[in-house]
């Protein structure tokens, strides 16, 4: 019995590192900044507790599919063939398993919070599948990517609202161009591979210094955006301090990679990423509380 518990356990280990389970961290404190504004103050505990879950399962599942999906090109890509499907680890019947429990987690908990959330459920499977497929045929599929995780805090917001409203829209746009800008300069790693594959991205239609210039751009309008939802919604100093420490961060983020070296990605990437998603909701939380 033990064995075969110690078995199960390291399989939900190996994917949970397969669908990179703390990267989580990007999305979900953006959907906690929708509760939060959303509700004008602290959401309930209940709320909360569905809006991680829903935020969990959606995206265990879209990185699950991707996983599945791209299984065939991960296995041809140097730096991916490592990849647990590719190489073995966990077979895609197994990850087929998690994608429907995740999937199904999703929709229990859109369906634990109001209708409008279970409504919209279908469009967000909808983009998260589509998410997987495109780079076969468009450059666009960072975009794609960005508004699979705009999900979060426009679903957080009807989740406390049960409508949608323009500063769930703005902080979805936020989210949108953050996620698009450093996905595209993810994507720069595998810029030779994808063209010899015949796949699209911004870095294979621009090259690495326009990609570089793309992500700037599109960090540029998030900035705008957040400063749009300040004004919007009548935030107050908390937030703007909030705003001015992710500037900082963004541009630390674009000068570690200003030369186009890619030893420093991981840094530029995770890093900085992770601690701008955590200092808005901690910042918003604290602006919140103060009104």
Same mark, same amino acid.
């Given at each position: 019995?033990t064995a075969i518990n110690t078995s199960i356990f390291t399989r939900i280990g190996i ?72 190489? *073995? ?18 929709? &229990? ?34 975009? +794609? ?16 609202? *049960? ?15 953050? +996620? ?18 015949? &796949? ?40 703007? +301090? ?50």
């Open positions: 019995m994917f949970l590192e397969m669908i990179k389970f703390a990267h989580t961290i990007f999305a979900l404190p953006f959907a906690l900044t929708g509760a939060l504004l959303a509700a004008g103050g602290l959401p309930s505990l209940r709320q909360t507790a569905w809006i991680i879950l829903a935020m969990v399962g959606a995206r265990t599942a879209a990185m699950a599919m991707n996983r599945l999906i791209d299984a065939e090109i991960d296995a041809r890509n140097p730096r991916t063939v490592v990849r647990a499907i590719p190489a *073995g680890l966990i077979s895609k019947g197994l990850t087929l398993f998690f994608i429907i429990a995740a999937t199904a987690l999703m929709l &229990l908990a859109a369906q634990m919070l109001n209708p409008l959330c279970l409504k919209l459920s279908p469009i967000a499977l909808f983009f998260l599948m589509l998410y997987s497929y495109c780079k076969r045929f468009t450059a666009l599929a960072h975009v +794609v990517l960005g508004i699979c995780l705009a999900a979060a805090p426009i679903g957080a917001w009807v989740a406390i609202r *049960g409508t949608i409203d323009a500063p769930a829209l703005v902080l979805g746009g936020v989210v949108l161009f953050w +996620v698009a800008g450093f996905d595209i300069l993810y994507a720069l790693q595998d810029l030779e591979f994808d063209r010899t594959a015949g &796949l699209h991205s911004i870095p294979v239609l621009l090259g690495v210094n326009g990609s570089l210039w793309a992500a700037r751009l599109f960090h540029i309008v998030m900035i705008g955006l957040l400063f749009t939802l300040f004004n919007l919604m009548h935030l107050g100093t908390f937030f703007l +301090v909030g705003i001015l420490a992710a500037i900082a961060m963004l541009l630390y983020e674009h000068w570690l990679l200003k030369d186009g070296d890619l030893t420093k990605l991981d840094a530029a990437f995770f890093n900085m990423n992770g601690y701008i998603s955590v200092a808005i909701v901690l910042f918003t939380t604290a602006d919140v509380l103060a009104r």
